[in-house]
């Protein structure tokens, strides 16, 4: 990661999440404390900034600048908030599609995800705060500039997410091996939003418990899954033939 996209020092930090940047995580050194450090805590709490603390030595590969053992990752797009997002989609009289992202940590898989999603119309993509890939110049790079398009969410808890998209009217539907119905059995006309896992632990328990419907995409060979980025893809070109053929009918 290039220097320009991190800032260094304690009080760099606060201010830079005070002016509202968007910042994607804070490395500190474990030993770090006093007062400068308890308003760092809570400045990034309040912006819901995830922290993590490391040993000294983690910090000191990144850089060799003064960084008082803190490092701030920025952002390389701003982004947008879902509980915006969803009604602004509604008053634009659109039939919403949105893909939630759980679990997924592979910045190739994130970029080739975010290119079909911008190719395919897909209205914004959701991602975790914690635990997740965020939006960097290699994500970017991957998705061939889609992630400077589509509208990226970074929510702080995925189950809530969950929650207010059903609440909003939209379907949420799961992509998991452990389904017993096929991708093309679920009405993915309406207004919906698909949730995909990582490849090795899939979604969530907890997220697939309050999903509205589990699919599954066959599989005729001897290897486990699929690529999660094709398998996204063939989700959502799903969603595309369903609203075609309803759209014919009509």
């Not at 701003?78 to 992202?101: A, S």
């Not at 969950?162 to 992509?175: E, H, M, P």
């Amino acid at each position: 990661m290039k220097e320009k996209e991190m800032i260094f020092g304690i009080r760099a930090v606060i201010e830079a999440a005070e002016a509202g940047k968007d910042i994607d995580k804070v490395l500190v050194k474990r030993e770090l404390s006093g007062e400068l450090f308890k308003e760092l805590q809570e400045v990034l709490r309040r912006y819901e900034i995830p922290m993590q603390k490391v040993p000294l030595e983690r910090i000191d590969r990144i850089t060799r600048k003064n960084h008082q053992g803190v490092i701030a990752f920025t952002s390389a797009v701003t982004y947008q908030k879902l509980d915006q997002i969803v009604p602004f989609l509604y008053e634009q009289g659109k039939n919403p599609l949105i893909i939630v992202l759980d679990g997924i940590t592979d910045v190739r898989n994130f970029g080739a995800i975010a290119r079909t999603c911008e190719v395919a119309g897909v209205d914004a993509i959701v991602i975790p705060a914690r635990g997740s890939v965020s939006v960097n110049a290699d994500a970017i790079k991957t998705s061939a500039g889609a992630l400077h398009i589509i509208p990226v969410c970074r929510e702080n808890s995925l189950k809530e997410a969950v929650v207010f998209l059903k609440d909003s009217g939209i379907k949420v539907v799961a992509a998991t091996e452990k389904a017993a119905k096929n991708y093309t059995e679920a009405d993915m006309s309406v207004p919906v939003a698909i949730l995909m896992g990582s490849e090795d632990e899939g979604v969530s328990p907890e997220i697939l418990r309050i999903c509205d419907e589990l699919v599954k995409v066959p599989q005729f060979g001897s290897i486990q899954s699929l690529n999660v980025s094709v398998a996204a893809g063939v989700m959502i070109y799903e969603v595309i033939r369903q609203r075609a053929v309803l759209t014919v009918h009509y």
